[in-house]
């Protein structure tokens, strides 16, 4: 690729978390999604994911945009828009594999499974005219009353994880594989005990009989206590915006900022890995709720 993906994508999250920024936890004002969250949408409705949900988050708020939808020149103009003159858009990645069939030195064939990447460029709405009028369409605003949130109790239930109450800790026993919160009660606000829940659930995933994601930690504070630290904090943003709830910074965040920008800095693909892992695990999670298979029962 002309471009580094990778190094060009890293940059900008690590640039934001040298602000003391956190790239997730910022586009949570959408205009006319009336303080919805949402995930950001492609022309059909389709949500992106993994990586691109980032990308285009980051995009979102320095742009000053408002609407979660974005699509390609080509695919506005298809719909009888156009880009208006001057637009610069923004990019999203495509990963996938080739399958390469090799003659071998006995003749016989081998197939190989080649990883690629490629980056394309979108615009947001708000840079196109002419567009079907939903798109530009403010839908009816989601009050949250100041209480437990069913839908978010419910998710959270089907995962039948082992969820404990107590303590002023929020954490992940990996040991003795449970999930230990706060009472409800003690948090800001609803939505801040089903971020804190969320995060920690993430990382409930990560043990042997489930996603089995280690990154080789050894200790606390490593580089793999932080890449996984990563893992559930993505995570955790990327099940807020499908619930529908409002995330907020947590108190570690100012620590953990340290350890992230460590790594990313030493490893360009990490944010990528990051937020494939957090995707898997929001997957995996989603899976519970309708009975899915998955690696705890047959195979993830």
């Known amino acids: 690729m002309k471009t580094d993906v990778y190094k060009q994508v890293t940059g900008k999250i690590v640039a934001d978390l040298e602000r003391g920024e956190l790239t997730w936890l910022k586009p949570w004002s959408a205009g006319n999604m009336e303080g919805r969250i949402t995930k950001p949408l492609r022309h059909n409705g389709l949500a992106?994911?993994?990586?691109?949900?980032?990308?285009?988050?980051?995009?979102?708020?320095?742009?000053?945009?408002?609407?979660?939808?974005?699509?390609?020149?080509?695919?506005?103009?298809?719909?009888?828009?156009?880009?208006?003159?001057?637009?610069?858009?923004?990019?999203?990645?495509?990963?996938?594999?080739?399958?390469?069939?090799?003659?071998?030195?006995?003749?016989?064939?081998?197939?190989?499974?080649?990883?690629?990447?490629?980056?394309?460029?979108?615009?947001?709405?708000?840079?196109?005219?002419?567009?079907?009028?939903?798109?530009?369409?403010?839908?009816?605003?989601?009050?949250?009353?100041?209480?437990?949130?069913?839908?978010?109790?419910?998710?959270?239930?089907?995962?039948?994880?082992?969820?404990?109450?107590?303590?002023?800790?929020?954490?992940?026993?990996?040991?003795?594989?449970?999930?230990?919160?706060?009472?409800?009660?003690?948090?800001?606000s609803p939505e801040a005990y089903y971020a804190t829940l969320a995060h920690e659930v993430t990382h409930w995933t990560k043990h042997p009989r489930r996603l089995d994601r280690s990154f080789g930690r050894k200790t606390w504070g490593d580089e793999g206590y932080a890449r996984e630290e990563l893992v559930a904090e993505l995570g955790a943003a990327f099940l807020c915006a499908d619930l529908e709830l409002t995330p907020e910074p947590g108190t570690d965040h100012a620590a953990y900022i340290q350890s992230w920008l460590k790594v990313l800095k030493e490893d360009k693909r990490a944010i990528f890995s990051a937020a494939a892992h957090a995707q898997r695990a929001a997957d995996f999670l989603h899976g519970l709720q309708s009975g899915a298979d998955t690696k705890e029962g047959a195979a993830a």
């Open 48 to 188: 992106y994911s993994g990586i691109n949900v980032l990308m285009l988050w980051g995009a979102a708020i320095e742009a000053g945009f408002f609407s979660p939808y974005w699509m390609t020149f080509k695919q506005a103009k298809e719909l009888g828009a156009h880009v208006r003159k001057g637009e610069r858009g923004n990019m999203v990645v495509y990963a996938n594999t080739i399958t390469k069939t090799e003659e071998q030195d006995d003749g016989s064939e081998e197939e190989r499974h080649i990883p690629f990447m490629k980056a394309y460029t979108v615009f947001n709405v708000e840079q196109i005219e002419g567009l079907p009028e939903h798109y530009y369409t403010k839908p009816e605003p989601v009050i949250d009353p100041a209480q437990r949130i069913e839908h978010a109790e419910a998710f959270f239930a089907a995962t039948r994880a082992d969820i404990r109450h107590g303590g002023n800790q929020a954490f992940y026993s990996g040991g003795r594989d449970h999930v230990q919160m706060p009472y409800f009660e003690s948090f800001r």
